[in-house]
């Protein structure tokens, strides 16, 4: 079992950066992909970012490249999600997941979710 936990959402300005961590328990975690994907009101759930139990090479968005930097520290048990020069296109609640296989369409495991949302 691995259990999520998200924090840093928040508001901010279009322009501005945010933070997001992504603790989890479980002494498997680095066995797992971890991900971050969101959903804005109305919208499908999208992966914005993700990466392998090894880290390796990321996959992002193409909403979010060039912008947003997902990292992990296996010895803390902690996944970070580093969103620069944010939009309001960006506006969602943002989920941390993980999971064996990186089957993001319906990860094993889910967060409860932080707000972002980013004014114009």
């Known amino acids: 079992q691995v259990q999520l936990v998200e924090s840093g959402g928040g508001l901010v300005q279009a322009g501005g950066s945010l933070r997001l961590s992504c603790a989890a328990s479980?002494?498997?975690?680095?066995?797992?992909?971890m991900g971050w994907l969101r959903q804005a009101p109305g919208k499908e759930r999208e992966l914005v970012a993700a990466l392998t139990w090894s880290g390796g090479i990321p996959y992002y968005a193409d909403s979010v490249k060039g912008r947003f930097t997902i990292s992990r520290d296996n010895a803390k048990n902690t996944m970070y999600l580093q969103m620069n020069s944010l939009k309001p296109e960006d506006t969602a609640v943002y989920y941390c997941?993980?999971?064996?296989?990186?089957?993001?369409?319906?990860?094993?495991?889910w967060g409860q979710g932080t707000q972002v949302t980013v004014s114009s």
């Open positions: 479980g002494r498997t975690f680095s066995s797992y992909a």
């Open positions: 997941a993980a999971d064996h296989s990186a089957h993001w369409s319906n990860p094993a495991y």
